[in-house]
């Protein structure tokens, strides 16, 4: 009918662009997002990425790190048989991994930051 709203404008667990929401709209959970809705919604609320693609090098050392970790974890939960097999080298290899994460960690904090930061100003040098 003229003047009335397509069906899924009249729910108010969807989104709707032209037409505020009201106090009750917004205080309830949307039960049910239909044909991106809520992924629209979002998008409206957050114009950019708020970080920047990972690259090919930030993804490896991310994963080195990973790897670092699960590493660290096994030594902890099998001390024991690598105390007995390698005697105070196990400890040089409890040590080495968790200088080696220390510092992945912090080379990896600091690109990624750059990146971000680089990622969220890229539009403003181009003006100048």
């Not at 404008?9 to 969807?14: E, G, S, Y």
């Not at 505020?20 to 114009?47: F, K, N, V, Y």
């Not at 912090?106 to 930061?117: F, H, M, N, P």
Request: with cysteine; glycine share 6%; charged share 25%.
């Amino acid at each position: 009918m003229p003047g009335q709203n397509p069906p899924d404008q009249n729910r108010p667990d969807l989104y709707a662009p032209d037409q505020p929401l009201t106090r009750e709209e917004t205080q309830r959970a949307p039960r049910e997002p239909a044909s991106g809705g809520a992924l629209r919604w979002l998008s409206d609320r957050i114009p950019m990425p708020m970080a920047a693609p990972e690259t090919e090098r930030l993804r490896r050392m991310r994963h080195t790190i990973i790897g670092i970790c699960l590493a660290l974890a096994l030594t902890v939960l099998e001390w024991e048989p690598l105390l007995k097999l390698g005697g105070c080298y196990a400890f040089v290899a409890l040590q080495a991994l968790v200088l080696a994460l220390v510092l992945l960690t912090l080379i990896w904090a600091r690109a990624k930051w750059r990146a971000d930061q680089a990622w969220l100003y890229r539009d403003q040098g181009e003006g100048e």
